[in-house]
């Protein structure tokens, strides 16, 4: 159940995305050769406590050489899958509880 915290967080999120004032998580691995992004974040700080779990994940399904950046931008991708030579949009939500 979304409190008026998250409802107010996620409009936040909304304006702030529209002006690229977001931060995200990039993720590049080595193998696959994939670029990931998650996010959108309101803070850096925030970025960068969800980073861990992102890595993890990746890491149980084999993915070697993972480098990771926080940074301002607007994917207009959330997953560039470069060995396959395809752009997949997953679409996805934030889950806001998650993330903290």
């Known amino acids: 159940m979304k409190t008026i915290w998250d409802n107010f967080k996620e409009l936040l999120i909304n304006a702030s ?3 690229g004032l977001v931060w995200w998580v990039e993720v590049v691995t080595q193998n ?4 990931y992004y998650f996010g959108p974040f309101l803070s850096s700080t925030e970025a960068q406590a969800a980073t861990k779990g992102y890595v993890e994940d990746l890491e149980t399904e084999g993915a070697q050489g993972i480098k990771v950046e926080i940074k301002r931008c607007k994917p207009s991708n959330l997953t560039i899958a470069d060995d396959l030579g395809e752009r997949i949009d997953r679409k996805v939500k934030p889950a806001f509880s998650g993330q903290i």
């Not at 696959?32 to 670029?35: E, I, K, L, V």
């Open 17 to 19: 995305e529209g002006l």
């Open 32 to 35: 696959p050769r994939c670029t």
